[in-house]
């Protein structure tokens, strides 16, 4: 469709706040969540991480749909974010691998979105007031009584308290071979991953190290786990409120009591905090961008990551203590936000298990922290030498 002589559209804010412009993508009614992400490339990557389901996305770089779209880089099955706001769509996308228009992708995938925004000024907004409920209107829907949509706007559900992961799990099981990825020989490790909303980029990365994975929905029991006797366990990322899992925490409370060695990530970092004991709670506007820099305790180094969370869990940084639930024994902040502190990840120092609220996987994004897959392949060859020296 064309860019040009495009239907009116406007974004409102729960707080009255409204932006103008024209339509992008699907024309028509959109509610969620309005956030912004920080990230110059990779918006294909962003649109389809399932952690960003029920979120209207707010892209801070300027110009979007240069490069078009392909179905190599999807993160997903599909779009699961609410909407999508940007300041200057691309009129022709330009790049080899381009298959099709950003703009053609959302109308097909039916993801209302709107362009010509002030992008900064929304994102200026968001960091003092916080993310907060939020519309877009396009078409006839934008010629509604601007009181009418305030109203639409903030009777939605919070993001606090949502549920989600249910919702864009895998609805079925299936296998991640390492030879489908360049291994050859025999698997070094057999791992099984809950899909909260795991992104593709994942798999691959264990896949090509040697790990045969098993990707369970997140509904999946205890026993769906242990029936494939895996030598470790991985919990991804996904969207929504990590007071909610009280099932993932339950199962993975069994995980751990097995002795199985762990790794989280993002929304399986939260649910380990939980886990442990530890509270989490929900910033005001969350981290968003593969901009973000983390230190990493373990080797001292500055690392820049990918991130996409609206919550974090609640434990102190500096020495490790006892968890909460001390059973668990001692409990680290192995990571930490260099911009607000925030915590990034947690290690066991008794227990073979760790986690990270970033995104090793990179997609799209830095590099620094890929090795994070290495350490945990790592901690399942020392558990599984250490099981059959006992």
Not at 189 to 197: E, I, P, Q, R, S
Not at 224 to 242: E, H, K, M, Q, Y
């Amino acid at each position: 469709m064309s860019l040009l002589n495009r239907e009116p559209a406007v974004l409102v804010l729960a707080d009255g706040t409204v932006h103008h412009g024209q339509a992008y993508g699907q024309t028509g009614t959109t509610l969620g969540e309005a956030v912004f992400t920080t990230g110059m490339t990779g918006y294909q990557e962003t649109l389809t991480d399932p952690s960003y389901a029920r979120q209207i996305i707010v892209q801070t770089f300027p110009h979007i749909g240069n490069t078009g779209v392909n179905t190599e880089d999807a993160e997903s099955r599909a779009i699961f974010a609410a909407g999508y706001v940007v300041r200057e769509a691309a009129r022709v996308p330009s790049n080899w691998r381009s298959e099709r228009s950003l703009d053609d992708e959302l109308e097909a995938q039916g993801v209302v979105g709107i362009q010509g925004v002030d992008t900064r000024a929304v994102t200026r907004h968001l960091r003092s007031a916080g993310s907060m409920k939020a519309g877009i209107f396009s078409g006839a829907a934008a010629r509604r009584p601007l009181a009418d949509l305030v109203a639409e706007v903030q009777a939605q559900p919070s993001m606090a308290g949502a549920r989600l992961a249910d919702e864009v799990t895998t609805e079925s099981a299936y296998v991640v071979e390492p030879a489908e990825h360049g291994w050859e020989g025999e698997p070094l490790h057999t791992v099984v991953a809950l899909d909260l909303g795991l992104k593709a980029a994942t798999p691959r990365h264990l896949a090509a190290r040697g790990i045969r994975l098993h990707v369970l929905p997140a509904t999946s029991s205890f026993e769906d786990i242990t029936a494939l006797d895996p030598d470790g366990v991985f919990l991804s990322n996904g969207p929504g409120d990590p007071a909610t899992a009280d099932d993932q925490v339950a199962l993975l409370r069994q995980v751990l009591d097995a002795g199985l060695p762990f790794f989280g990530i993002c929304f399986g970092n939260q649910v380990f905090g939980r886990a442990l004991g530890f509270g989490t709670y929900k910033l005001p506007f969350g981290h968003r961008g593969p901009n973000q820099p983390v230190m990493d305790k373990t080797t001292g180094r500055v690392e820049i990551t990918s991130q996409n969370h609206g919550f974090a869990v609640d434990a102190p940084l500096g020495e490790p203590v006892m968890a909460p639930e001390a059973a668990y024994g001692r409990v680290e902040v192995s990571h930490w936000s260099l911009n607000d502190q925030v915590v990034e990840g947690l290690r066991l120092l008794d227990r073979p298990a760790f986690s990270v609220q970033f995104h090793p996987e990179s997609a799209a994004g830095p590099h620094d922290s890929v090795p994070l897959f290495d350490r945990f392949i790592a901690m399942m060859t020392e558990q599984s030498s250490t099981s059959e020296g006992a």
